[in-house]
């Protein structure tokens, strides 16, 4: 019987101030693969955990915001890819073997600033492949994955996951928590996948204020 594989997702907000924390983290709870969106790393990042690899995707303009990096443990057989990066989406993407197929497995993370097109999102999810998991800070708002709201984007992706046949998976709980209390909770991030209907997955959050934590247990 294969290995259950656990794959984590956070906004980190910043990584190389969260080394220790992460670290612990990853230890305790024991995953495999740790997603990381807004990560703020540069050419210049370097940074260690122990027993796992990490691999990075920085703002194209480099300088240290937004940014994906996925922290994979040694012990996985990978293949690393050449990462998604545009002035709105930067994905870090790297192929895993597990059985019965090769997957790829993605972080992402969006500006919420920019106006991204269906074409544009479908350019960037028809990139990862048939068989493949994209998850963290897509910035992105809608009913379906259980946002508070529909905002234009969100309309534009979603059209984007159904005219291709892909899946969305949501814990249908806030991932965002705005520094004015005044505002409510939102979800922005969530995993979108396509040709691994047949795997089981699990969801659960782990949530701490001004941080959170997808499980993606499989």
């Known amino acids: 019987m294969a290995k259950s594989l656990r794959i984590a997702a956070w906004n980190s907000n910043g990584l190389h101030n969260h080394v220790q924390e992460i670290s612990l983290f990853l230890t305790t709870n024991k995953i495999d693969i740790l997603l990381i969106s807004e990560s703020h790393s ?21 300088t240290a915001h937004a940014g994906s990096d996925i922290i994979m443990g040694t012990t996985l057989k990978q293949f690393v890819l050449e990462p998604y990066i545009t002035n709105k989406i930067q994905s870090t993407i790297i192929k895993i073997t597990t059985m019965p197929r090769t997957i790829t497995i993605a972080a992402i993370y969006s500006l919420p600033k920019h106006v991204i097109s269906s074409e544009e999102y479908e350019d960037f999810l028809l990139h990862l ?39 969305y998976l949501s814990t249908g709980e806030p991932t965002y928590w705005p520094a004015d209390l005044k505002k409510t909770p939102d979800l922005l991030d969530f995993a979108v996948t396509n040709g691994v209907s047949g795997i089981h997955i699990q969801l659960r959050t782990r949530v701490r204020p001004q941080s959170s934590h997808h499980h993606l247990k499989h």
């Open 42 to 62: 540069t050419e210049q990042t370097v940074i260690n955990v122990p027993c796992y690899t990490i691999y990075y995707a920085h703002h194209r303009d480099g």
């Open 129 to 167: 492949g048939p068989h493949f998991l994209v998850a963290c800070d897509w910035n992105v708002k809608h009913t379906a994955w259980e946002s508070g709201l529909t905002t234009p984007k969100g309309r534009n992706l979603l059209h984007v996951i159904q005219h291709n046949n892909l899946n």
